[in-house]
C-alpha cells in the first residue's frame, strides 16, 4: 500500500503521509517526515496528494486533486517562494507577505497588467483590477471587489492597490481626482484606524469605495460609505491595545504650540489612552525628535513600538497636509484637533458618591474640574451645565399622556461614567463621518456611468469573548457569504448552460436559516434586542432569556453549555447564546449588547452638546438622532441592518469579483505560515466549498481567443493563422487528452482538474516533443478537413434528393414554396 496522501495535522494543517493500513472507518497513516506520529483517522481527513515536490500552480485548478489540503499545499509552497498570490479559478487568494516583495507594485508592473486576461500573467491584485474595469467596459454594468479575510489578513493593503491600479491606468492627466482618492486613506486611517493585538494599523470600521467612470471609461469621481466603527476603542482600548491613531498622532506629531493650546501632555496623562499601550510608533530619526515629557513612562521604559509603516510622529504631518488638499482650511483642521483633544479630557473627568445626596447621586471629584473646564473651552459649552448633564438626567413626568412637572433624577456613580463616556463615543463617532463626508465632498464628481466598489470589511470572527461587535461582523458575513455562494455557483452554472455543457444542477447549503435568526422582523435577535431596549428595566439576562424562548427548535442556535469549548460552558444559559453559523459555531456573551445597540445619549446631554457655541460640533450633532422616548429610537442594530441591506443591493447589481486575504502567522512576521491558522481562514471564507464545487465541475475554462493567443507562438505559421475556434478544436483533439477532460463550449473551452496544466505543459515541453505535437495536430487537421468535406459532398447530395423530393411534393400539390 504505496500510496500518499495528505493526513490531517493539528499543527501543520496537514502533512504527507503513506497509507499502512486501510480500516473499516479510516486508515491508519504514517506521515512522511519521522518528526511527526503515525495516526489514525477517519476517510474525511485524509486527502489524495498532488506529489511533484516543490511544484506549484497559479492556478489551484489546475491540479489534478482538488481538496483543502492540495489547496494548503499549493498557497504555502508559493508563499515560501515569495509568490503570495493564486487563483481559485476567478477567486485571488492573497497571503500576507508581512515584508516588501521586491517591484511587486512598481510602475511597471501597473503598466504590465493593464488589459492583460486573467491568467496571462501570474496571479495579481492588478489582474482582479483590470478584469474588473474591462468587464465594466464589455458588460456595460458597475463592479464590485469583494475583499475579505480576518484582522490583519491585508485587506486594506490589497484595496490600496487596487485603488492605485485604477486611479494610475484610467485617472486624468493632472492626477488630482487621483491624489484626492488617495488622499482618503491616510486620513481614514488616522482616525479609523489602531493598534490591535492582531494588527498594527487595525481598520475598526468597514467601507465601500466606489471608484466612478465617465461614459468613455476615465475614471471621474469617487465615493466612501463606512459601516459600524468601533466606538467601545474610543473609553476603553484595552491591554496591548491602542485607541484610535489620531490621539498618539497629535500628542507625538503636532507642533508645541498646538499641543499646548489643546492641554496635550502625554498618554498616560489621559484616562482612554492610559487603559491600554500608552507607547508612540516611531523611527529612530523621528524618536529623536520627541522630548521626554511627550512620552509615557511606558515609552520611555520600553522604548517605541515598531512597524514598517508607521510613525506617529511624521504621520501627523502627512495627515495634515492630506487634510488641506482635501480642503480643508486652518481653523476647520484645528477645529477636528480642538474636538480629538476634547474627547481625551472628558475622559479624565471622573466622578464620586455625593454624601449630601439622600437619593444615591454622584457629584464631579472636584480635582478634575481642570479636565471639566477644558472639555467644555475646547467644544464651547458651559461648563457648569456639562457637569450639571453629567451627574444628572432630566426627565418628564407624564399623567394620563400628559407631559408634566420636569423632575431632574440624580445619577449614580457607574452611570455617570456611563453618560460621560456614551459623549465622548458620539462626539468621536460624529467627528469620523463628518470626516468620511468632508472626503466625500472633495472628490470632485461629475456624472458618472458606471463604478467599480472595492468592499473592505473585516470577515468572520470569534474570540474567547465575542460580544455585539463580533455578532454584528458575523451576521455581515453571514451575509456576504449567501452572497458568495451565490454568486460563486449561480454564475458557474448559469456559465455551463450558455456555453450548452450539459452539467448536471449543484445544490449548495443555504445559510438563509441563520440569517433569519439574526434579522427576521418578528422574532429575529435584532428585533427581541431593540424590544428590550424599549422596556422599562431592560435588562441583558431578560434578553437572552426571550432569544431562546423565540427559537426552542432551531439548531442554530443554542445554549453556551453546547459549546464545545470550556471556557464557554461556564456562562449562564441566560448570559448568552450559541450561534452555528457558516463557518463555525461562535458564543456570543451578551451582557453588554443592550448598551452597545442603543448608545443614544440622555436627553439632558444631547441638548447641552447641541447648545454647543462651536461650528464643528453644531454640524456633528445637527443631525444626530435625539433620543425622543424610547420608543422611537434608531439601534446601532437597526441602522447596521439598514446599511448591509442598501449595500447587498448594489452588490447584486453589480458584477463581483472576490479576493480572499490570508494571515500566514499570528506574530506578524514574514516567512512564517502556520499551516491550520491559513486552513481555519480558507474554510471560513467559503473556498474549501468552492473547491468541492470546482472537483465536480470544469474549473478552468478560457476563450478560444485567449488560448489561441497564449499558445499561437509555440506553433509554425500555417498553424498559427487558424481561426481561434479550429486551432483549439484542433490542439485538443490532437493531444492525447481524454474526451472526458475537457468541453467545448460555445464560446470557451472548459477542463477539468488539473486538466488545463496537462495541456500547458505538453504545449511548453520541449522542441523534440512539440515536434510530435505539431505532426499530431497537422494529422488530426487533415483527417477533419477530410471528413468535413465528406460530410459537405453528403449534404450536397443529400440537399439535392431532398429538393427533387420536395420539388415533387410541392408541385403536386401548390408551387409556391418553391
Ligand atoms: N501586500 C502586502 N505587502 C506587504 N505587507 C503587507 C501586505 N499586505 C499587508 N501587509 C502588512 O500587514 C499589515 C496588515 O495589513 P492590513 O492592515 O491591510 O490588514 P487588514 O486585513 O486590513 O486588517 P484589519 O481588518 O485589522 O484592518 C499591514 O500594515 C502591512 O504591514
Redesign the pocket.
Known sequence: MDEIVWARDSTEGFVLSRISEILDDGAEVLPLDKKFQKRTLPFSDIFRANVEKDRDYDDNCEMMFLNEASLLNNIRTRYYKNK?YTYVANILI?V??????PA?YSPEMIRNYKGKSLGQLPPHVFAIADKAYRDMQVLKQSQSIIVS??????????TK?LLKFLCHNWGEESGILEQKILDANPVLEAFG?AK?T??????RFGKFIEVHFDKDFKVCGGHISHYLLEKSRVCSPDGDERNYHIFYMLMAGAPEKLRQSLGLTKPDDFNYLKSGCSRYFTKPSSEKKLSLSQKSEDHNKQGPLK???LDDVEDFSELDQALTRLGLTDSERLQIYATVAAVLHLGNVAFEDNPDDSRGGCRMIPSKDRSLLTASKLLEIDPSELKQALVSRVMQSSRGGMKGTVIMVPLKVYEANNARDALAKAIYSNLFDYIVNKINRSIPFQASSYYIGVL?I?GFEFFTVNSFEQFCINYCNEKLQQFFNERILKYEQELYKKEGLGVPEITYVDNQGCIDLIEAKTNGIFTLLDEESKLPKPSYTHFTGEVHKAWPNEYRIGLPRSSKLKAHRSIRDDEGFLVRHFAGAVCYQTKYFIEKNNDALHASLESIIKESRNKLIETLFSTSMAQKGKLNFVSVGSKFKTQLGELMEKLKSNGTNFIR?IKPNNK?VDHQFDGSLSLMQLKCSGMISVLELMEYGYPSRTSFADLHSMYKDYLPKELKQLNPKTFCEAMLHSLKLQEKDFKFGITKVFFRPGKFAEFDRIMKSDPENLKSVVAAIKKWLIKSRWIKSQFCVLTIIKSKIWKKKFFWVSTDQTNWAI
Open positions: 503570495i492573497a500576507n507577505p508581512y515584508s516588501e516583495i511587486l479575510g480576518e484582522s490583519g489578513a491585508g485587506k486594506t493593503e490589497s492597490h484606524n490591535t492582531r494588527n498594527n494599523n487595525s481598520s512597524d514598517i509603516l473592505d473585516a486575504c506578524m
